[in-house]
């Protein structure tokens, strides 16, 4: 009897397939949707996902605007800037960042939830966030995502 040798598979530039997908923001949960998306950029929802490789998706994610905060998040939750300068620190709530750039909110958010490294800085740029239906990227021909 011989042993069997089974080698893991592992992922890499060559063999990964990056896929299109978008998500509809409409009265989704700001932190339940970006844990997902913060995922399949990671592309842990595929059965080759490799730690130090980038095999995720790439996701557009529109109606950003219409995204909803549970509790009283709209009126308490503050988000903050610093701009390195002494006294330069500014706080806005979410109701606010909300109206002025809501595209802010999705990507700071799974910004967040992605590792703090190179990689995590490159999956960060596979993500779309636009106001509204429409966006630019038809003619990647993205697949609907549903949550």
Not at 10 to 27: E, F, L, M, S
Request: charged share 25%.
């Amino acid at each position: 009897m011989s042993h069997l040798h089974f080698t893991t598979k592992h992922a890499n530039a060559a063999t990964v397939k990056h896929n299109w997908y978008v998500v509809d923001g409409t009265n989704q949960t700001v932190g339940r949707m970006c844990a997902k998306i913060a995922a399949i950029l990671r592309g842990k929802n595929k059965a080759y996902y490799t730690p130090h490789v980038d095999c995720g998706d790439y996701i557009i994610v529109t109606n950003c605007e219409k995204v909803v905060f549970t509790g009283n998040k709209l009126e308490e939750k503050l988000y903050d800037n610093f701009s390195g300068y002494p006294g330069g620190r500014k706080e806005e709530t979410a109701k606010n960042l909300l109206n002025r750039r809501p595209e802010v909110i999705i990507e700071r958010a799974v910004k967040g939830m992605l590792p703090k490294n190179r990689l995590g800085r490159k999956m960060v740029k596979k993500l779309f966030v636009y106001a509204g239906a429409e966006h630019p990227h038809g003619a990647q021909q993205p697949k609907e995502l549903k949550f």
